[in-house]
Every structure is written in C-alpha cells, then in structure tokens.
C-alpha cells in the first residue's frame, strides 16, 4: 500500500502495489479530496518563526515553576495547575495565604494579647508547639505578638538597666585614679620635693604678666589635669609663653601640688592652688552655690535613685541618657560653678583661655589672644550649626523649659547655644557687665522652682548670663562630642584644635570609647612610677 500527496496538497490517494485484482498490476484503493487550503506558506512560515522564539521562553519557565515548587509535579495535570497562573498574572495558592495571613495580622494589630495567654520562650518551642497544638490563624497571631512584645520589653529593659549602670560608672572614681590620689597625698606629706613652692618664688610676678598666656582648669582629677597641661605645652608654638592655673578643692590640694612638683613641664609655668586658698571665695560671695551643695532637696537630686518616680514606658533611652547625664554629681560642685569667677580670682589679668578637664590640646592655642571679640567677652564655639546634628545642634529650647511662663517671657528658643570646655573670656570687659549677678538670679530662681526651669548643670544659667557677650569663634578651634559619640569622625578629631571628651564615657574610665582613646592617652606619662604602681589604663 502507497500514500500519494498531490504536489498541490489538495489530494490524497492511497493505492495497492499488488498485482492480483484487476491483472493491471496495481490500483487506486480510494482517492480523497482535500478542501482548498486558506492559510498560505507566509503564514505558516512566520507562525513557526513565532513558535520558535516563544518555545524557549516556555521551556525556562516551566523549568522555573518546577524548581520552586516543594512538591515534584509528575504529571501535565500538575505542571498546568502551576503554570497556568503565572502565564496569566493569577495568584497561586501561597499568595491567597499570604494574604490571608496579612489580612489576620491586620486584625490582630488592633487587639490586645490576653493576660492568661501562655507564650512559648524561644522559636523552637513555638514551632514544637504548633506540631502538638492545633492552633487557628488568629491564635498563632496572637502568640506571635505577644512573643514580639515581651521581646521588646525585655530589650527596652536592658537597655534602661545599661544606661544606669553607665551612668554609676561615670560618676565613680576609677581605681587607678583613686590610687593615684593616695600616693601623690602621702608624697606630699613624706617627700619635701613635693612641697615645693609652685611656681618657684622668682617666677611669682608672672602669675599677673599679661605679656604671658594663661590657662584656668578647675579640677579634681589629677591625671586629667595632667594631660590637659601636657598636651597643651607640647602643642604650643611657644611653651615659654605658657602659665597654667590649676584650681582644685581642699582634699586633692596635696595630691595636685605633689604631681606638678615632681613632674614639671619647662618651660611653661604651673601655679596649683585650692579653692580654700581664694581670699575672695567665701560664703558671703558665693551664697547660692553654698544653697546648691547643701541643699538636701537638690542633693537628693543628684545623688538619689534615679528611677525612683521615673515613668520609663513614656520615655526613650535617648531622653533617659540625657536625664542621666543631667544628674552628675559634678554639677552641684564648686569648682564646676568655678568659671563664672575668674575676674574675682584673678584680678589682673586682661584675657585667660578656660580649659575643661576632659580636652586635649593638640594645636598651638596662642592665636585665641589675637581674636577680637568686638567688646564681648566670651569667645566661644557655637553649637547650632554644624555638619554633626546630633552634637551641633544645640539651641535654647534643648535646655530650657519653655512650658514655664519665666522662661517663655524671658528667652527665645531658637537662640543659638554654644560650649563650655574651651573660651577664651575678656576678663576687663567682663567686669564692666553684670553677668555674675544675672547668674546668681536665675540659680536662685531654678532653685526656687524645684528645678523646672532646666535640669542640665551649669551651661543653662550661663546661657542667659552670657547673653549680648558671646562672640562665635571658628568650630576647628573647639571639637565636641567625644564622650558620648561613638561615630565621631576620626579626620575631623585629628584637624581639630581641642577635642572634648565632654558625655559620660571619659577616656580614663573602662566605658571610653576605644578608637578615640588614643588621642588622650598619648600624653599620660607612663614613665612616672606613681601611674605605673597604680596600674592606670592597664
């Protein structure tokens, strides 16, 4: 039997090779008709070229769809329930139940997680439950929140509990310091080198010299004061030209004394004297700091349980910290109040460049003489502007209370704020203002308030009592932020002129960030045997 194809495809015979029937050796068996073709060979042509580029296309996803499923599909019926879909743009099975799963977590958002409702304490748990429990959507939602929500409490919690204990931290004295203390007291008591005339008696008459530039720290912290002098008598131009006025209280007198004696630092000069050493500094000068120290409410204040009567659910560890740092025993301190004095205590001289304990010095300062304060007297670094927004960006509304009616009609809260830690102050045009008394007004005035107009130390009456007399100087000359900023941009700490450990992680204690430490420590000297007996930074 043969199949014929006319040439024009419009027949088909289909014929016998034997040749038993009709004795003509052959026959046609049937002949049929094809009807007329309507699609021509283009349109044949151009729909395989079509099926040829989509075919690929079709094998890769269906490749796809096979190797993401869970489940091999073994048969046509499979493949096309899944692969139907996603040629179409419909959602699978998953996408409903992630819907449905979006949709109960919407539902359950609004409601709150009943008290009785035990929650699993870790992941594996949860997962072991849910194989013995059967448990619905919205129940599995339920304890899905619940477990997020202790989580977050608990982390909250630990949070509040870090920054207390950083704070008791910052406000301790460190071992190696405390040592340290001891030993240069003794020394002072055993050692005549120690009590040493400081300066020596020739050099007495430079004290008052205004050809000469002079420093004020105001400190009990022994080795900070040391760093704060070396570094500033090694980074100067001129070191000759240097007199350092270290003021301390009456208990780190001898220890303070028996340090500068035993290590000087020519050619600059040191002058270490105590607050009880200030004919001026009395009560009857001073009565509002007296108020401050004494004052139980206000030592309970700083001193007490800072917890106590804290609503810490309405509160952020970043306004809690803030609060804390507030709190710092440091701020009731005399010698913290010490600076709004520097007129009275040193009465000849014209300028003095205010240093903090916590800076270090890493620039010639003798060009802060040469700036003109236009008649002001406070050269300072304003902290309203600047690249860092969360150390400069400090106005008046960051330390007041405007919600009381005293400071509303009396300040502005868009003023801008500026740094305490490095001034240079006009002491004559000091004395022609009345800036001591407006402080001594407002520090009254807080303590009359129970402490409602500000909270933050001695920065906020110097704000106002500065006000009209603060004249901007350039921010590389001063660097805050070092204490409490752990980003801190270390380009930027190695151009500045001082940097400031200003915050609770003060690079001579444990919780001082590691990467800025350096930059202190560099000038500690650690060949003198008292910092090595006492084992400080080791």
Not at 90 to 107: A, E, H
Not at 328 to 347: Q, V
Not at 466 to 474: A, K, L, Q, S, T
Request: include cysteine.
């Amino acid at each position: 039997m043969q199949l014929h194809f006319s040439p024009s495809m419009r027949s088909i015979t289909i014929s016998s090779s034997s040749n038993g029937l009709n004795g003509n050796g052959g026959g046609d068996l049937m002949k049929i008709k094809v009807a007329p073709r309507h699609i021509s060979y283009r349109t044949l042509f151009h729909t395989i070229l079509i099926l040829a580029f989509l075919l690929p296309f079709v094998f890769i996803l269906t490749a796809l769809v096979t190797l993401e499923g869970v489940n091999k599909c073994s048969s046509i019926d499979c493949l096309g329930r899944r692969l139907g879909p996603k040629l179409l743009g419909r959602n699978t099975d998953s996408g409903r139940v992630l819907k449905d799963f979006v949709k109960i977590l919407n539902q359950v958002n609004s409601e709150k997680v009943p008290d009785g409702l035990k929650l699993p304490d870790s992941f594996s748990q949860l997962v072991s439950e849910m194989k013995t429990n059967k448990y619905s959507s919205k129940e599995f939602a339920l304890i899905l929140k619940g477990m997020m929500e202790r989580s977050e409490r608990e982390i909250r919690e630990s949070k509040f509990a870090e920054l207390m204990n950083k704070h008791f931290a910052a406000s301790a004295v460190p071992k190696g310091i405390h040592c340290l203390s001891l030993r240069l007291t003794d020394e002072y008591s055993s050692n005549a080198h120690a009590r040493k005339q400081l300066p020596s008696p020739e050099l007495l008459p430079l004290l008052s010299d205004n050809s000469y530039h002079h420093f004020v720290v105001s400190t009990d912290n022994i080795l900070a004061a040391a760093v704060v002098v070396a570094s500033a008598v090694q980074s100067s131009a001129n070191p000759a030209k240097i007199v350092f006025h270290v003021i301390t209280d009456k208990k780190t007198y001898a220890g303070m004394h028996s340090w500068f004696a035993l290590n000087p630092v020519p050619p600059a000069i040191v002058e270490v004297k105590g607050v009880h050493q200030f004919d001026w500094l009395t009560r009857e000068n001073v009565p509002v700091l007296e108020a401050v120290e004494k004052h139980f409410g206000i030592r309970n204040y700083y001193h007490g349980n800072h917890i106590a009567g804290a609503n810490l659910s309405d509160t952020t560890p970043r306004t809690f910290a803030s609060k804390l740092q507030a709190r710092s025993p440091k701020y009731i301190s005399l010698l913290n109040h010490l600076r709004i004095y520097l007129p009275e205590l040193f009465p000849n001289l014209d300028k003095v460049v205010f240093l903090d304990d916590d800076v270090v010095i890493q620039r010639d300062l003798s060009p802060l003489w040469k700036i003109d304060l236009n008649g002001k007297v406070n050269g300072a670094v304003e902290t309203c502007k600047g690249e860092d927004k969360w150390v400069m960006s400090k106005r008046f509304r960051n330390y007041f209370n405007f919600s009381h009616p005293l400071i509303a009609n009396n300040l502005n809260p868009e003023d801008c704020a500026w740094a305490y830690g490095m001034n240079i102050f006009d002491l004559s045009a000091w004395r022609k203002t009345n800036i001591r008394d407006d402080y001594h007004i407002w520090l009254k005035e807080n303590l009359k308030s129970n402490l409602t107009l500000w909270k933050l130390g001695t920065l906020p009456p110097a704000l106002i009592a500065f006000r009209g007399n603060v004249h901007p100087i350039d921010p590389s000359w001063h660097m805050l932020g070092l204490g409490y900023q752990n980003n801190t941009n270390i380009e930027n700490v190695k151009k500045a002129a001082v940097i400031h450990y200003n915050g609770q992680s003060k690079p001579w204690l444990e919780i001082g960030f590691e990467h800025l430490r350096p930059f202190w420590t560099k000038y500690v000297n650690y060949s003198s045997d008292f910092i090595r007996n006492c084992h400080i930074l080791q």
